[in-house]
């Protein structure tokens, strides 16, 4: 059993194997925890596709399952796995952060209230927001 | 001090999202009991306003206007480090500090009335430019510690408080600059403050530099 923490929350996956630098996936459950699915131009979210390299695409996809590490490393983007391989972290890339800050569109968050109640940033379009963080610490 | 400056702007179709950097169960409860807001406070465990926003420490502020653009990146949200003068044994301080640590907070506070009033045109608010400017920094390493921290938050939920030790401190090492992290990792006192002999070792260890990096705002120390 491995558990994929993605931007999209917690992913148990029963079939993904983590070992050493690998995290391999099948396909579907690749899908559903990060949004990529294998097109003829390569594993592919949106507008982003990464091209399998010719005459190693089995060092990404193989047998019905990718290699979300290696993905990842491709794509620049943070990763971290617990000493079993039993968690990983699908972060993200300084890169990305960097260029959507610059963008100066605030992103888009969904967070809890103290009764469960989900709040998101962008409920509060048209109003002026302070963000402000604090700490019982 | 947001409740009663909610309340005073509200008119002026403002609202504060106070967002509790914590991640152990229960711990903002008792804070938002006492001072019973009447806007929104939200639970951060994970950090992600961290990751988002580039956040480091408590309090810092963003401004976002109507359209969902960041009008002022995150900053010291009126604070001052006026407490790094004080007595450590009375907690007192320093007649001149404490009147300076004010003033950072009124400057703050006016200024944000300002921005609630006048939107755009009010010279605290950044334009694209400015605004970009003072966009805090997200590096690789960054992005490293915050995938850490999530995963060493994970684990301690699970149990694995000993893994978990380890991603924090790797977590701060990637990210020196947070505070978030750092104290999230380290231990609280009875009051619930993070007033202990480590934090105050850490804090002398920044010597000259500043333990909330300078604002850049009229008045502002």
Redesign the interface.
Same mark, same amino acid.
């Given at each position: 059993m491995v558990t994929l923490l993605t931007e999209s929350g917690e992913h148990a996956v029963p079939a993904a194997q983590g070992g050493g630098d690998a995290l391999w996936c099948p396909l579907r459950d690749a899908e559903t925890a990060t949004g990529f699915v294998v097109k003829p131009q390569g594993l592919c979210k949106d507008e982003i596709c990464v091209p399998l390299p010719a005459g190693r695409e089995r060092e990404l996809v193989a047998d019905g399952r990718v290699n979300l590490a290696a993905l990842w490393r491709r794509l620049g983007r943070a990763v971290a796995h617990s000493e079993r391989g039993d968690v990983w972290v699908l972060g993200e890339s300084g890169q990305d952060r960097a260029a959507a800050l610059a963008s100066l569109e605030a992103p888009d968050f969904a967070l809890p209230d103290p009764a469960g109640r989900v709040h998101r940033l962008s409920d509060y379009r048209g109003k002026k927001v302070l963000l402000v963080t604090w700490a019982s610490w | 001090m947001?409740q009663a400056l909610y309340e005073e702007l509200a008119e002026?179709?403002?609202?504060?999202?106070?967002?509790?950097?914590?991640s152990r169960e229960g711990?903002? !409860?008792?804070?938002?009991d006492a001072a019973r807001p009447t806007y929104?406070? %939200? /639970?951060?465990r994970d950090h992600?306003?961290a @990751?988002?926003?580039?956040?480091v420490?408590?309090? !810092?502020?963003?401004?976002?206007? @109507? #359209?969902?653009?960041?009008v002022r990146?995150a900053e010291a949200?009126g604070a001052y480090e006026g407490f790094r003068k004080m007595n450590r044994a009375t907690r007192e301080m320093p007649e001149d500090v404490a009147r300076t640590t004010a003033q950072a907070r009124t400057t703050y506070l006016d200024a /944000?009335r300002d921005?609630?009033r006048n939107?755009a045109r009010s010279r605290h608010a950044f334009g694209?430019g400015q605004?970009?400017a003072h966009?805090?920094?997200?590096? @690789?390493?960054?992005?490293?510690a !915050?995938?850490?921290f999530? %995963?060493g938050q994970?684990?301690t939920r699970h149990g !694995?408080a000993a @893994?978990s030790q380890r991603?924090m401190k790797e977590a701060s090492r990637l990210h020196p600059d947070s505070w978030?992290i750092w104290?999230q990792g380290a231990g609280?006192n009875e009051m619930?403050? #993070?007033a202990q002999p480590d934090f105050w070792e850490r804090v002398d260890g920044l010597g000259a530099k500043r333990y909330y990096a300078p604002v850049d705002m009229e008045g502002m120390p």
């Open positions: - | 947001w002026h179709d403002f609202v504060v999202l106070a967002v509790a950097m914590d711990d903002a !409860q008792p804070w938002i929104p406070t %939200l /639970i951060d992600r306003l @990751e988002l926003y580039g956040i420490n408590v309090p !810092q502020a963003v401004w976002i206007d @109507e #359209a969902g653009r960041i990146p949200a /944000i921005w609630a939107g694209p605004a970009r966009v805090p920094p997200l590096t @690789e390493d960054i992005a490293q !915050q995938a850490c999530r %995963l994970f684990l !694995q @893994e991603f978030c104290r609280v619930g403050f #993070a």
